[in-house]
C-alpha cells in the first residue's frame, strides 16, 4: 500500500462506524483551523474518541452531528492507528487538550481571541488565572458558565447575544459529550465565531484535573489513567465502550 502525505490536512477523510473523520497531524490541524478561522466563523469542530465513536455508531442522530462538523478529528489512538494502516502516514491522534495548548501558544499575540463556554465558575476561575500566567499575551474575551440544567429559549438566546457581543474567533466549548456536540450543532450559524467541543480540555488546562504523563498518552492509555482517578463516573464510559469498540471493529467486522 503507498504511503499518502500531507502538511496539512488532507482532502480526504477516512470512515470509522459512520464517522467522517479528518486526517491530519496534530500541527496541521492547527496551521489549517489558525489559518481559515474566518472562514469557520458559525461552524464547529469535533474531537471524537472511541467513547464517542462507539455513541455514534449506536445513535444515527449523533453521528450525523458529528459528520456535520467542519471537522471531526480522531481524539482516539485506535482511530488515528486505522487512518495509518489505510496509508495516511502522518495520520495522528488529534486530542483536544492537545489542540488547545498549541492554539493558545499560536496566539500570544493577540491575533485570534478566545471565549470559554461550559464548566463550573471554579474550573473557569482556574483557566483564566492559568492561561494569563503561562500564555502571556493571549486575549480571552470572556467566560461562561452555563446553569446545570435545561435553558428556557430565552435563556439561550441572552447566551448566544453574550457570547456574540465578546466578538471572539473561536469559542471553546466544555459541556462534556455528547452534550456539547450537541449545543454546537444546534447554534451552527448563530455563534459568531468558530465552535470547538473540547470537553475535559477546560479542567486540564485549569489544572483542577491532572492529566496522564505523555508516556502514557503516547501508548494509547490515557482512558485508563483517567479512569483510575474517577472509576464510579468513568467506568462505563471507557472500559464498557473501549470493550464495545473492540466488538464492533475486530469481531462484527464493522
Sequence with gaps: MSKKTFNYLDTDTMNVFGIDYSIA??????????????????KYICFSNVHTTV?????ADYCKILNESAFTFPDGNPIARTERRAGYSNARRIAGPDFMENVFK?????????YFYGSSQRTLDNLKRELEARY???VIKGMYSPPFRKL????????????????ADIVWIGLGAP???????AHMDQIHGVMMGVGAGFDFHARTIRRAPVWIQVIGFEW????FQDPTRLF???LVTNLKYVWYKYVKKA
Excluded: C
Design 152 to 167: 428556557t429559549p430565552e435563556e439561550d438566546a441572552e447566551i448566544v447575544e453574550m457570547i456574540n457581543a465578546a466578538d
Design 55 to 59: 455513541m455514534a455508531k449506536e445513535n
Design 136 to 138: 502571556p499575551g493571549i
Design 106 to 114: 499560536r496566539t500570544m499575540d493577540g491575533s485570534v481571541t478566545h
Design 25 to 42: 497531524s496534530p500541527q496541521g490541524a492547527v496551521s489549517h483551523v489558525l489559518s481559515h478561522v474566518k472562514e469557520l466563523s458559525g
Design 236 to 238: 462505563r464510559r471507557y
Design 224 to 227: 485508563l489513567f483517567r479512569l
Design 179 to 185: 452534550k456539547q456536540e450537541r449545543w454546537m450543532r
